[in-house]
């Protein structure tokens, strides 16, 4: 199997849809459509159900607690479902008999979420790292998960995180509100701009961790609605602090969610460069200097986000590398095939997403030399030549180009 490397700035001009800024109720309304359009890979989110790499980690391992969140979500589907069908009969009643059906039906489903996702804002890993947590103290690394995550589950996502880089990570909760009405939140979040508290908490603390001289690095790292979310946070960012100092921020998303990432030239000169037939020498020609997205070609939630809106161009900013395969959850499918642990908990340097082989057109390989070694700017068709004749050479791997990799087991990629 193959993974597909697709680069930044892909698509023609003219290949752009609705915008992202449009009209909120058609923006709903594609966002319909585009449900519509690739519900058929709904059933493949919770699959495969095998979870013997991750162990009590995985989201779907056996143990009592995974077993609760599990039937409490099961029990919300349905009751969130039997209240959006009940409410047209809603208009055979009194206006106050209605209103109060619907206050009641909130508070039970708050109630329950409440179990869910308790009282904490934020969550730090919990699992020991040993010594490798104090030779990174001048990084910062800060996670916000996707849909039906309650507290449980996003202690498993930071502490399999923790493990996987050997870094402590924060959790900012976006709290759960049963899988049906995330869905309706996302919708909201990403067609109507609105910042929820987990949104507004994140920004907080990135912008105070970005702000402080002490940290070299703020490590952003986003799963399902979490990349919704982080764009809107970036998008202030973008607003509101100094590029030089956005140059310390990373983001890294797994089946991400959100319609578009913003990430602007720092220069008008750069961007002329990046629209013409030379490729500008600096590594750092825009305000975030890294950005990687990961993605299953058929989890559901990557096909109605990143992967429905990559191709246009100056939409979604940022390196995708799509794999072959189901599944949406972030330990039990993408981390264990992306960084699977060996028993002593440390990543296992030969694996099968790593090794995989590399595909990308000449564009991705424009993109390559962009974000490459430093090197003097050189014509379109001289950068493709040498290209082609490294590629003939050596078989290009996952682990060539993925920045992500190079932080594994407390390391740190040479740039």
Same mark, same amino acid.
């Given at each position: ?283 750092? /020609? =825009? $305000?975030? +200097?890294?950005? &990687? ?7 559901? *939630? ?5 992967? @429905? ?32 642990? /060996? =028993? $002593?908990? +440390?990543?296992? &340097? ?7 082989? *590399? ?5 991705? @390989? ?36 993925? +920045?992500?990799? &190079? ?9």
């Amino acid at each position: 199997m193959l993974v597909q490397l697709v680069p930044s700035q892909t698509g023609p001009p003219t290949s752009t849809p609705l915008p992202y800024t449009g009209n909120p109720f058609l923006l709903c309304w594609d966002d319909v459509l585009l449900f519509s359009k690739h519900s058929w890979s709904i059933i493949g989110i919770l699959l495969p159900l095998k979870t013997s790499l991750g162990g009590p980690l995985d989201e779907l391992h056996p143990s009592a607690r995974n077993l609760f969140c599990v039937g409490l979500h099961g029990f919300l589907i349905i009751f969130q479902l039997a209240f959006l069908i009940s409410l047209p009969f809603l208009t055979a009643v009194f206006v106050w008999t209605a209103l109060l059906y619907v206050v009641v039906v909130m508070l039970v489903n708050l109630g329950l979420c409440w179990i869910l996702n308790g009282n904490e804002n934020f969550l730090k890993s919990k699992v020991n790292i040993g010594d490798e947590g104090e030779d990174n103290e001048d990084e910062c690394w800060i996670f916000l998960n996707g849909v039906a995550t309650g507290k449980h589950w996003l202690q498993a996502n930071i502490d399999r995180l923790s493990l996987t880089f050997r870094r402590p990570v924060i959790g900012v909760h976006n709290r759960t509100y049963g899988i049906i009405f995330d869905l309706i939140q996302c919708i909201i979040e990403r067609n109507f701009v609105y910042p929820t508290l987990d949104i507004r908490n994140s920004y907080l603390l990135i912008k105070e961790r970005l702000l402080q001289d002490h940290h070299k690095k703020v490590i952003l790292l986003l799963h399902s609605q979490g990349g919704i979310e982080g764009g809107m946070i970036l998008d202030w960012l973008l607003s509101e602090l100094p590029h030089d100092t956005l140059q310390k921020l990373e983001i890294y998303t797994f089946g991400s969610a959100a319609n578009h990432f913003n990430n602007p030239h720092r220069t008008s000169s750069a961007m002329k460069a990046s629209q013409t037939e030379t490729i500008p020498a600096p590594r750092n /020609d =825009k $305000a975030v +200097r890294h950005i &990687e997205h990961y993605a299953s070609d058929t989890d559901f *939630v990557a096909r109605w986000g990143v992967l @429905a809106f990559h191709h246009t161009r100056n939409r979604y900013m940022g390196r995708i590398f799509i794999r072959s395969g189901m599944g949406h959850l972030l330990n039990q499918h993408y981390l264990n095939s992306m960084f699977p642990l /060996d =028993k $002593a908990g +440390r990543v296992v &340097e030969k694996n099968g997403f790593m090794d995989q082989e *590399v595909i990308f057109s000449s564009a991705g @390989a424009v993109e390559r030399a962009r974000e490459g070694s430093p090197v003097e700017p050189v014509s379109l068709r001289r950068a493709e030549s040498v290209l082609r004749a490294e590629m003939e050479r050596r078989k290009s791997k996952v682990r060539d180009f993925s +920045r992500l990799w &190079e932080y594994r087991n407390g390391g740190k990629p040479d740039y």
